[in-house]
């Protein structure tokens, strides 16, 4: 299991970020999205295993990635656990946001029937209290992670000071 992450580099990422993770972020942009679920899957079931930070963001991309194969069947548990992960963390705001994401993914792709399942899941998952906080206004990131080659969203990130961001995927600053 070690030995997929100690791979050959990437040309231009970080020594310090695992090759699966960039192979999977180089796959998902290239719309080899079966390929990039099965690389994302297999990081983020070690990542779970383990409490890891970035377990719930790569169980995301993961769901995504089936969905957007046209794998709806296989993309909906890594969805769910992603969401969940995010609600266990109290990290709401994330999570309404992934949430809101996906559902408009979902419905994109003629999904309708998993896209009401991931509205009941959030409407269950995410407290009564939670009204939602107002976005920031942030200054502009890469489309990239420079690092990993993830997606960059500013309002997924993690914010570590007002001009830098934290990659939710592989935890390099990116400003």
């Known amino acids: 299991m070690r030995r997929m992450?100690?791979?050959?580099?990437?040309?231009?990422?970080?020594?310090?970020?695992?090759?699966?993770?960039?192979?999977a972020n180089m796959a998902f942009e290239k719309g080899e999205y079966g390929r990039?679920?099965?690389?994302?899957?297999?990081i983020a079931r070690v990542a779970d295993?383990?409490?890891?930070?970035?377990?719930?963001l790569l169980l995301l991309q993961a769901g995504r990635a089936r969905a957007?194969?046209?794998?709806?069947?296989?993309?909906?548990?890594?969805?769910?656990?992603?969401?969940?992960?995010?609600a266990?963390?109290?990290?709401?705001?994330?999570?309404?946001?992934?949430?809101?994401?996906?559902?408009?993914?979902l419905k994109e792709r003629g999904l309708e029937v998993e896209a009401t399942n991931i509205e009941i899941l959030i409407g269950t998952i995410l407290p009564?209290?939670?009204?939602?906080?107002?976005?920031?206004k942030r200054?502009?990131?890469?489309?990239?992670c420079p690092s990993c080659g993830a997606p960059l969203r500013p309002d997924?990130?993690?914010?570590?000071?007002?001009?830098?961001?934290?990659?939710?995927y592989c935890g390099s600053p990116v400003g």
């Open 5 to 23: 992450f100690r791979r050959d580099r990437r040309k231009g990422f970080s020594p310090e970020v695992p090759p699966i993770l960039q192979e």
């Open 36 to 42: 990039a679920a099965e690389r994302y899957e297999k």
């Open 49 to 56: 295993a383990r409490g890891g930070r970035y377990a719930p």
């Open 68 to 86: 957007f194969a046209g794998q709806a069947p296989l993309a909906i548990p890594s969805l769910r656990r992603g969401l969940e992960l995010l």
């Open 88 to 105: 266990e963390r109290g990290q709401y705001p994330r999570l309404q946001q992934a949430g809101t994401r996906i559902i408009a993914e």
């Open 128 to 136: 009564k209290s939670f009204t939602g906080e107002p976005s920031a």
């Open 139 to 144: 200054p502009a990131l890469p489309r990239h």
């Open 156 to 168: 997924e990130v993690e914010w570590l000071d007002e001009v830098t961001a934290e990659c939710g």
